[in-house]
């Protein structure tokens, strides 16, 4: 089955499909930390371009997580270490749009005399600083975004690009669940499982193997929270693991926990790092926007989702982020 | 977009098809405690049914969870407290094909001299005692046999009906992640968030309802945790919340956090009682049978998820429970 969408290229997305069937060597790069939208489009751009007879590459800043192992057993994913890039004449960005999102191959990357290509689905607010971009910033995920191009370039996905487009979705989905997920999302999962996708294969390795520490370190979280305005307003804040507790490896569990309470609507997480600074999680139900808020202290993401780190003690932070918070929300300020 | 599965039904099918299109006054009944699946399929083939200009009764055993609102905002479910049947020449019975699972409705649905059709995609090895069958034990949901229905009879599902699938694939497949989840439950999520239905709200209403007392409660059982068998086994012991403690309204959570370790293969999960016996939650991630293991105490279940209540205090059971799990895994007891 085909997906729902109507194929209708903006002049800007037809003039990209141009410079990635004209290019023979291409260098796909992603954001520090790749997420399994940026990794999963990777993994299926670099197959629908191999279909076409291209040479392809793949340098992130940052090696692959455990979790997408079933994606990097058949993708060769590098990791940048210094020296020269391999010899390419087009760069794709893929899942960001901002350079300096490269971290340590930013240099390396602007040097090159490549044409750069964006996908993506992030909104930007500055100057083009690409000769071509894929984007809509409707689409659920990266990955959508190399859906349409492959079909639109007439190749069939094979079971790896299917693979790396499924993770893609999901990912950035939070597996079917928040608001960006729709009529297209769903049309091509069920494209991707016709051709042989397993979802609950998917599931368990990117979400079934939490290091046997992790529900202490949950449950630790969890003892430290505090509702504020009515419960509108939950507060984890998480200092260091003293010896004898507990590290916390992922915070999507406890933020989850969190958010399925009914009455609240913000949730912000936040962990004490080794340099003394503070690490924030901001989560929004509602029409609260989170981005907003974590603007304000450096941060900055999506409406329902962002993240920000303060400087200063954990005490200080959480003050403040409260504050701010309550702000946002329209109340004053006293835990309830 | 129309879902991929192509639309051939067998002869029973068929002829289930006819009793429905001949019938005029539908009762349509569930099984005791009805789940989203029963629910949201009576949802969506009142409506379908209503639209062919026929009337329709819901009665049900139990009424319908807060969870489900939603639904039962829209659609009228009936709880039956005894007395005479709605006047009905059809009755259909939705997610289940043993009578014996209406409970109390049993007998004067038996007694009643109208046709009986059932929707089921469970497995069914007695007699059958229906005149007509549209079963599938395939399917993802008996939700996907209703959007079948409605398919075959040409009716196009309104909103209402539409929520009622929906409600009823997500319930089923654990939102998509159980190894259920095929190519024909994306595509008609696809058709029928096309057709309106919002996937957040809908998860929204049937998860993100807990009260504010959960998370710490979670925190509280995930502080109990023990591992056996090198991390294999997982077991939680609950006593009762003690005053100023915090009450756990479900358990599922805390499963699936436990479920989400790596190594861990069973879960399980021991509460308290009012009355000082113990409640048992079994859970597996492999091919260990905890329905096999909740037998020997008296309970029973699927073979991966089970339940069982033990007489005597909390501690004895968790003996038992652990000498048991730890034979099953072919191991001899010793905490790790």
């Given at each position: 089955m085909k997906?729902a969408?109507?194929?209708?290229?903006?002049?800007?997305?037809?003039?990209?499909?141009?410079?990635?069937?004209?290019?023979?060597?291409?260098?796909?790069?992603?954001?520090?930390?790749?997420?399994?939208?940026?990794?999963?489009?990777?993994a299926?751009?670099?197959?629908?371009?191999e279909?076409?007879?291209?040479?392809?590459?793949i340098?992130?800043?940052?090696?692959?997580?455990?979790r997408?192992?079933?994606?990097?057993?058949?993708?060769?994913?590098?990791?940048?270490?210094?020296?020269?890039?391999?010899?390419h004449?087009?760069?794709?960005?893929?899942?960001?749009?901002?350079?300096?999102r490269?971290?340590?191959?930013?240099?390396?990357?602007?040097?090159?005399?490549?044409?750069?290509?964006?996908?993506?689905?992030?909104?930007?607010?500055?100057?083009?600083?690409?000769?071509?971009?894929?984007?809509?910033?409707?689409?659920?995920?990266?990955?959508?975004?190399?859906?349409?191009?492959?079909?639109?370039?007439?190749?069939?996905?094979?079971?790896?690009?299917?693979l790396g487009?499924?993770t893609?979705?999901?990912?950035?989905?939070?597996?079917?669940?928040?608001?960006?997920?729709?009529?297209?999302?769903?049309?091509?999962?069920?494209?991707?499982?016709?051709?042989?996708?397993?979802?609950s294969?998917?599931?368990d390795?990117?979400?079934?193997?939490?290091?046997?520490?992790?529900?202490?370190?949950i449950?630790?979280?969890?003892?430290?929270?505090?509702?504020?305005?009515?419960?509108?307003?939950?507060?984890?804040d998480?200092?260091?693991?003293?010896?004898?507790?507990e590290?916390l490896?992922?915070?999507?569990?406890v933020?989850?926990?969190?958010?399925?309470?009914?009455?609240?609507?913000?949730?912000?997480?936040?962990?004490?790092?080794?340099?003394?600074?503070?690490?924030?999680?901001?989560?929004?139900?509602?029409?609260?926007?989170?981005?907003q808020?974590?603007?304000?202290?450096?941060?900055g993401g999506?409406?329902?989702?962002?993240?920000?780190t303060l400087?200063?003690?954990?005490?200080?932070?959480?003050?403040?982020?409260i504050?701010g918070?309550?702000?946002?929300?329209?109340?004053?300020?006293?835990s309830?």
């Amino acid at each position: 089955m085909k997906a729902a969408v109507p194929q209708i290229l903006t002049p800007d997305q037809a003039a990209a499909l141009e410079v990635l069937s004209q290019g023979s060597r291409f260098l796909l790069s992603g954001h520090v930390k790749p997420d399994g939208d940026c990794l999963g489009s990777q993994a299926a751009l670099a197959r629908v371009l191999e279909k076409l007879g291209k040479e392809v590459w793949i340098v992130n800043p940052d090696p692959v997580e455990e979790r997408y192992e079933y994606l990097s057993r058949e993708v060769r994913f590098r990791t940048w270490s210094g020296g020269d890039l391999p010899t390419h004449d087009v760069e794709v960005f893929l899942d960001f749009c901002e350079l300096s999102r490269t971290g340590p191959l930013e240099k390396a990357l602007a040097a090159h005399p490549s044409k750069k290509v964006i996908v993506d689905h992030h909104l930007f607010h500055g100057t083009p600083w690409w000769q071509a971009a894929f984007v809509d910033s409707r689409a659920a995920a990266t990955g959508v975004l190399v859906h349409r191009i492959a079909r639109a370039l007439g190749v069939e996905l094979d079971s790896v690009a299917a693979l790396g487009v499924f993770t893609a979705l999901v990912t950035d989905t939070g597996w079917f669940k928040y608001s960006n997920t729709d009529a297209e999302t769903f049309g091509i999962a069920s494209e991707l499982v016709a051709a042989g996708c397993d979802p609950s294969r998917v599931f368990d390795s990117i979400y079934q193997r939490a290091p046997r520490s992790e529900p202490r370190g949950i449950g630790r979280a969890l003892s430290r929270l505090e509702y504020f305005a009515d419960g509108r307003l939950a507060v984890v804040d998480l200092p260091r693991a003293a010896a004898g507790e507990e590290d916390l490896a992922d915070t999507d569990e406890v933020l989850d926990i969190l958010r399925a309470v009914r009455a609240v609507e913000v949730v912000l997480f936040l962990r004490e790092q080794k340099d003394g600074s503070t690490k924030l999680s901001a989560r929004s139900k509602t029409e609260f926007d989170v981005n907003q808020l974590a603007r304000r202290f450096g941060g900055g993401g999506h409406a329902k989702a962002s993240g920000a780190t303060l400087a200063g003690p954990l005490a200080d932070a959480r003050e403040k982020l409260i504050a701010g918070a309550l702000e946002q929300l329209g109340v004053h300020a006293a835990s309830s």
